[in-house]
């Protein structure tokens, strides 16, 4: 008699969850609360990758090759961005959110997903730019250390300077962009006196609870790789960490939806910008 | 049944997206989801454009949002449009900022590829022009998984390498004018 599959359970969807258990299992990255279709494109292409037939394949080798795990993992959460990457969302931080939060004394910004350091130093660039860099810290967080290891070098190829140029002056930059930069060959460094307001530190978002009582969150296109209930769960720590009164800031098509029922602390600010604020108790919230 | 339909395109398509969705009635009784090829942050002023021009709402489609029937999705400029199955029958969209494909982003490949997992045969997938051969690895998967497999006539377009790399790359079901892709895609909704 033929075996009875299980209906709706595709066997390529077997694969992944079988993968995800292993590398769990074997390494503690727990990657099962991301988002599925997007994974599974990359672990596909990491079994194109190992010229292996099936992804299921990949099990053996990354439970015995931690060198395979480790590019597994890499591959995973691997990051993507660019300098002042839509640029009108960094004007909207330039004229409206960092002159608001100049009224607290102090300003920590949790920049979360360091990526190669883009979105950090970008941060930093306009912290020094609205004159606010002495009063304020930057804490940018990964669940890899070698992207922090990356991202705390902050060097790149230096032709990927012209689209950032015309980002940064998008944004509302004045100044020269490229003095922000040390060239060397065909790379650019970041300035080291925009490293001064930065901690790299390693943080994961799944397992990891608040730090630091923080006025302003980035996190942008991190939640598009986690489910539902992933998501749900990172946006309360979110939200515990900041100060009331503070912001969030998510990628421009990301959303939280049901604030009212799901997370009634944190309220829509800027629809366009994908900008949150907690609610100040007894405020005008809107 | 079907219960999506995806349409992808690339230079001159938007004349053509337009067409279709100006045909379609205000009870569509399927979520359409859409790729095109068209500068970054200028999806919300397309789906204004789009909307303006048909009886169905457009919207650019944000990450885990529901799929709605009878709504228009937009893929956001500078993101992969995915579909995410949620629960053995439930499904949303997703977006991922992964590297281009065939130097695109938004692919139409990773959406046509991604929904075709999760409708297999529920699916209808249409790709009109453009320049070049995104979309053919997408119809070869909507295909195998007994999806609905609709080309425009490389000969009514422009752009042509688009249609033409799907057609070389898989028996589709139909290579039509817009014409009878309008009333392929209408016929759907008198089907009992």
């Known amino acids: 008699m033929p075996l009875v599959k299980w209906k709706n359970h595709n066997i390529q969807d077997v694969e992944v969850e079988l993968l995800l258990g292993a590398l769990k299992q074997r390494y503690g990255y727990d990657f099962t609360g991301y988002a599925r279709a997007s994974l599974k494109r990359r672990l596909e292409e990491l079994a194109r990758y190992y010229q292996v037939k099936h992804m299921s394949e990949l099990i053996s080798v990354l439970l015995y090759d931690e060198a395979v795990a480790q590019t597994l993992i890499n591959s995973i959460s691997v990051p993507t961005s660019e300098f002042f990457r839509d640029a009108q969302v960094w004007k909207h931080v330039r004229d409206v959110i960092l002159p608001q939060l100049q009224s607290f004394p102090w300003i920590n910004i949790w920049q979360v997903g360091c990526g190669l350091g883009e979105e950090t130093y970008t941060l930093a660039i306009l912290l020094n730019e609205c004159d606010l860099a002495k009063k304020s810290r930057i804490f940018t967080s990964d669940i890899n250390p070698a992207f922090l290891e990356d991202a705390r070098r902050g060097t790149w190829s230096s032709q990927r300077l012209e689209p950032w140029r015309e980002n940064y002056r998008n944004s509302g930059g004045r100044a020269d962009f490229d003095r922000y930069f040390v060239a060397k060959g065909g790379t650019i460094a970041i300035q080291a006196r925009l490293k001064q307001s930065i901690e790299f530190l390693q943080h994961n978002l799944v397992v990891d609870q608040v730090f630091k009582e923080v006025q302003f969150v980035v996190c942008r296109n991190v939640l598009i790789y986690f489910g539902a209930e992933l998501q749900e769960q990172v946006l309360n720590l979110f939200a515990r960490s900041l100060e009331r009164g503070g912001y969030l800031l998510l990628g421009r098509s990301e959303r939280i939806f049901d604030t009212r029922e799901k997370h009634p602390d944190l309220a829509e600010q800027d629809a366009e910008s994908a900008l949150y604020r907690k609610v100040i108790p007894g405020g005008r919230h809107v | ?192």
């Open chain 2, 1 to 192: 049944m079907y219960r999506l339909l995806v349409i992808g395109f690339s230079a001159g398509g938007i004349p053509l997206v337009t067409q279709i969705l100006e045909s379609m009635p205000a009870d569509y009784p399927l979520p359409i989801a859409i790729v095109g090829h068209w500068p970054s942050g200028h999806e919300s002023h397309l789906a204004e454009l789009l909307g303006a021009s048909c009886q169905l709402p457009v919207s650019a489609a944000k990450d885990k949002e529901a799929i709605v029937a009878g709504r228009v999705y937009l893929a956001p400029a500078d993101y992969h449009l995915l579909i995410d199955r949620t629960m053995p029958s439930a499904a949303n969209f997703a977006l991922s900022v992964d590297a281009p494909v065939k130097s695109v982003r938004p692919s139409i490949d990773v959406l046509f590829e991604s929904a075709a997992q999760v409708f297999e045969s529920s699916l209808i997938a249409v790709l009109l022009c453009g320049a070049n051969s995104d979309g053919a690895d997408g119809m070869v998967a909507v295909k195998q998984l007994g999806g609905l497999t609709i080309v425009l006539d490389p000969q009514e377009c422009e752009f042509s390498t688009m249609p033409r790399s799907a057609i070389a790359g898989t028996t589709v079901d139909y290579v039509s004018s817009m014409d009878e892709i309008v009333s392929l895609l209408r016929s759907v909704h008198e089907k009992p």
